[in-house]
């Protein structure tokens, strides 16, 4: 046995036996990964679903459970309404991902729109959307799509800079990119945003040259109401 062990037929049977088990762990994998990716693609269809629609999470146990009576294979696990959060934030993350990928590749134009907020624990944030053609076609309409809400160390200007352009870099859009595309600059008419002497505006402005600004129009017409509102006595009513 000890001969045969390290004879010659013996290590080429073994080389067989191992190649010939490899095959079937090979086809036997291949075989249930197809399986739990279609799985997985039932679930998330579904998750995505809910997000388009602005259905509450908890719809996704629901309505995979009316698929698995109509005979559709979703698995035994991601179907609680917590999953469903988490599958929609990667499924969001992987759109932001691909969507300034195409911007880095086609280089066009862009703005970008900020707002400030604060969230339910009543910390200031900064809400940021970007403007720009998608695609490479100069045919295409400009789309206006959210980019990401970050949290706010501060109120200042030079707070706010340093948080947006932190956000821009971190999502793949470098400074550099930023001085030779970025042309726009949407919002409200917050001191703090176009304040003539230290805004958010003017910060921008000195490290991108050919940067615009743009009030919101929809904060134009809110002032233009509100002004209006408080010049017409025979309006109070509305105020009620």
């Not at 079937?24 to 994998?29: A, C, G, N, Q, T």
């Not at 809400?149 to 793949?172: D, F, Q, R, V």
Request: proline residues 3%; glycine residues 6%; positive net charge.
């Amino acid at each position: 046995m000890y001969d045969h062990r390290d004879s010659v037929s013996h290590k080429k049977a073994e080389d067989i036996r191992k190649i010939h088990s490899h095959e079937i762990l090979r086809e036997k994998f291949s075989s249930e990964q197809k399986g739990i990716s279609s799985v997985t693609t039932h679930v998330f269809r579904t998750a995505y679903y809910i997000a388009m629609n602005n259905r509450p999470y908890t719809d996704h146990p629901l309505l995979l459970n009316v698929q698995a009576a109509n005979g559709v294979d979703i698995g035994r696990v991601l179907h609680s309404n917590v999953i469903c959060s988490d599958i929609i934030d990667h499924i969001a993350s992987e759109m932001r991902t691909r969507i300034v990928s195409d911007i880095v590749l086609n280089k066009p134009k862009m703005s970008v729109l900020i707002d400030q907020s604060t969230n339910l624990a009543r910390k200031s944030c900064l809400i940021m959307y970007l403007r720009c053609c998608l695609g490479g076609s100069p045919d295409i309409e400009p789309v206006t799509f959210f980019l990401d809400i970050i949290g706010l160390p501060g109120l200042t200007s030079a707070c706010i800079i340093e948080s947006l352009l932190k956000c821009l870099k971190n999502n793949g859009l470098s400074t550099e990119f930023l001085s030779k595309y970025l042309l726009g600059f949407g919002s409200d008419s917050a001191s703090v945003m176009l304040g003539r002497k230290n805004g958010v505006y003017d910060g921008l402005k000195s490290m991108f040259p050919m940067l615009i600004d743009w009030q919101c129009w929809n904060n134009r017409l809110q002032l233009a109401v509100n002004d209006a509102v408080k010049n017409y006595n025979e309006i109070n009513h509305f105020k009620c």
